[in-house]
């Protein structure tokens, strides 16, 4: 069983900056690409940030050069470093993983339980 836990949600005031964190944890023989996604009221979930196992980052455009992605892969810990926050940054922020949970099995794809981000004055 794996279990992806984030942290770090928070209300802040726009300007403001906030850091995620998502820790992986149960039975990992491997993790590949890590990232964060973000769903809005009304709107449909979508990619913010990746992170491959070799270091390779990409951003949504909206949030380039305010968002930094980076993993400690000795703690199979994904961060998201959010600056410059913006009201439209207001969402349920998820964890998301690609990884093998021994040597015998393919890769899956899992889920953390989002934690809230509110932009707002």
């Known amino acids: 069983q794996v279990q992806l836990v984030e942290s770090g949600g928070d209300s802040v005031q726009p300007g403001g900056s906030l850091r995620l964190s998502c820790a992986a944890s149960?039975?990992?023989?491997?993790?590949?690409?890590m990232g964060w996604y973000r769903q809005a009221p009304g709107q449909q979930r979508e990619l913010v940030a990746g992170i491959t196992s070799s270091g390779s980052t990409n951003y949504a455009k909206s949030v380039q050069g305010r968002f930094t992605i980076s993993r400690d892969s000795a703690k199979n810990t994904v961060y998201l470093q959010m600056n410059s926050l913006k009201p439209e940054d207001t969402a349920v922020y998820y964890c998301?993983?690609?990884?093998?949970?021994?040597?015998?099995?393919?890769?899956?794809?899992?889920w953390g339980q989002g934690t809230q981000v509110t932009v707002s004055s």
């Open positions: 998301n993983a690609g990884l093998q949970s021994s040597r015998w099995t393919g890769v899956d794809e899992y």
């Open positions: 149960g039975s990992i023989f491997t993790i590949y690409a």
